[in-house]
């Protein structure tokens, strides 16, 4: 049973325009949310996180929105950029621990 | 900021072999490191924690026979894949967080081992 869902493998955006990436997750216990960018044969690199206190961060192009009630966070990216085009995991933890519990992942292609 | 690297970034080794995958934090203490193995087009897939001096905590399913892990110091966590089959060829990351935050949490660049 996944506990973090990204439904949308793949996602395609005009460089300049908004990226928008949603993350769903089902375990109630989660306090802390993150976004990591990963590129192919390389480790994921830490992009933003979010804790359950909040509904927004936001980090220069990068913003992450939180719908506790909803289960529901989602990335904006504007604007975008083709150096953006990469794999976008959510995560989430639970207060206390280090274990991350990851989505499937977004792939997302700016395109020029 | 903290870096992880992992060795060998790549492996391809025979049916039945063992190989050992290193994951080290280059300028900081990991008391605590991570094993995730992720497939192809799947989510990374948390195996097992790695603690230095006492044994490793494998998540349900994972078999800690045939995944030996073996966390020497507080800089070096190794993960050996013991007679390997084709279906272990997989992606394999390492992460140690730096902090008492998970967002602290820093990632090797991957190993990639193919049994054939």
């Known amino acids: 049973d996944q506990q973090v869902k990204q439904n949308s493998p793949s996602l395609s955006v005009q460089e300049g325009r908004i990226s928008i990436l949603n993350c769903d997750y089902t375990n109630s216990m989660f306090d802390y949310f993150l976004w990591y960018k990963k590129y192919p044969a390389e480790g994921p690199t830490f992009l933003i996180s979010?804790?359950?206190?909040?509904d927004k961060n936001e980090d220069g192009r990068f913003t992450v929105f939180l719908n506790k009630s909803a289960k529901h966070l989602s990335l904006h990216i504007v604007p975008s950029q083709p150096g953006d085009s990469a794999v976008y995991f959510c995560?989430?933890?639970?207060?206390?621990?280090?274990?991350?519990?990851f989505g499937k992942g977004t792939k997302l292609s700016v395109i020029p | 900021g903290a870096v992880v690297s992992q060795h060998p970034s790549w492996v391809i080794c025979k049916s039945g072999t063992s190989v050992k995958i290193e994951c080290r934090s280059l300028d900081f203490q990991a008391t605590t490191m991570f094993w995730y193995r992720q497939f192809p087009k799947q989510s990374l897939m948390l195996m097992a924690t790695?603690?230095?001096?006492?044994?490793?905590?494998?998540e349900q399913g994972v078999e800690k026979d045939k995944f030996l892990i073996n966390h020497a110091s507080l800089t070096l966590s190794t993960l050996t894949v013991t007679s390997a089959h084709p279906e272990d060829s997989s992606f394999y990351i390492c992460s140690a967080p730096t902090s008492g935050r998970s967002y602290e949490q820093y990632f090797g660049p991957g190993t990639r081992l193919t049994v054939t």
């Open positions: 995560a989430a933890s639970v207060a206390g621990s280090y274990q991350l519990t």
């Open positions: 979010i804790s359950s206190i909040k």
């Open positions: 790695s603690n230095e001096g006492s044994k490793a905590t494998y």
